[in-house]
């Protein structure tokens, strides 16, 4: 067989000389039709053009991209102060004017709670406020205005528990003794296991070094029973100067 099939080219010929010699009584259906249409004489696909330099892809129909001043402030806190983010937020608003209210001369606000978003907000009106200042001042002054209140949020709340505990209260135990605890069980469920671990291979090694001593050992049975045979063939072989006993003696 060749490396090309070429019967498909062929079929209208082979069905012309079968009409011919009459081993067809008449025309098939698609006799006619393979006669005005013949099949591709080409073998091989053509292979288009590729264009060496590529296009880039135009940004018509891309969106375009939003950026606010505050989105590097966040990233610059945030970055800084990643456990930040987890603690939790309230997202909801009365009529999308919130922010509006605020009055960021100070950090405190009676009408948010302290947070992230306090800072980049704080940071942007000293920026926009405050003649000569700039981002790094403006972060600094910020970030020391956010620890002392988060300082003192940390005091009342200490002492409001002091204060429920001396009256009868009674406090679970927190996210993190509990994470300590599952932590200190799972160490002491490992340190089993590896006491075993480190056991069992010191009993296999013990018990290799022991059958390898005993194959060793001078004072084994077999050792004892090839000397006693030693012993006994060198009674029977005659010291040098001796005659042996019995036998033909030995001409030189």
């Not at 018990?207 to 009674?235: C, F, K, M, R, V």
Request: cysteine-free; glycine content about 6%.
């Amino acid at each position: 067989m060749g490396r090309y099939n070429f019967s498909p080219l062929r079929v209208h010929q082979t069905a012309s000389q079968l009409l011919e010699t009459g081993r067809i009584p008449s025309k098939p259906p698609w006799y006619d039709v393979l006669s005005n249409v013949p099949p591709a004489q080409t073998l091989v696909r053509p292979q288009h053009l590729q264009h060496r330099k590529r296009k880039k892809p135009s940004r018509l129909f891309q969106p375009q991209r939003i950026g606010y001043r505050e989105d590097h402030l966040r990233e610059k806190f945030f970055g800084d102060h990643p456990w930040e983010l987890a603690r939790p937020r309230v997202v909801l608003e009365n009529d999308g004017k919130d922010g509006q209210r605020n009055d960021w001369k100070e950090m405190n606000q009676s009408q948010r709670h302290l947070d992230g978003e306090s800072v980049v907000q704080r940071q942007l009106w000293l920026l926009e406020n405050v003649n000569g200042m700039t981002a790094a001042k403006a972060y600094d002054q910020a970030r020391r205005e956010f620890y002392a209140l988060r300082h003192s949020e940390d005091i009342e709340r200490r002492i409001a528990k002091e204060e429920a505990i001396s009256t009868g209260a009674y406090f679970g135990k927190t996210a993190l003794q509990v994470g300590m605890e599952l932590e200190d069980k799972a160490y002491e469920e490992w340190k089993e296991w590896a006491i075993k671990q480190v056991t069992a291979i010191e009993q296999a090694r013990g018990a290799a070094y022991t059958d390898l001593e005993s194959e060793q050992a001078p004072g084994s049975t077999e050792e004892l029973d090839a000397g006693l045979h030693l012993d006994t063939i060198e009674d029977a072989v005659p010291a040098q100067g001796q005659h042996a006993n019995g036998g033909a003696a030995v001409h030189p």
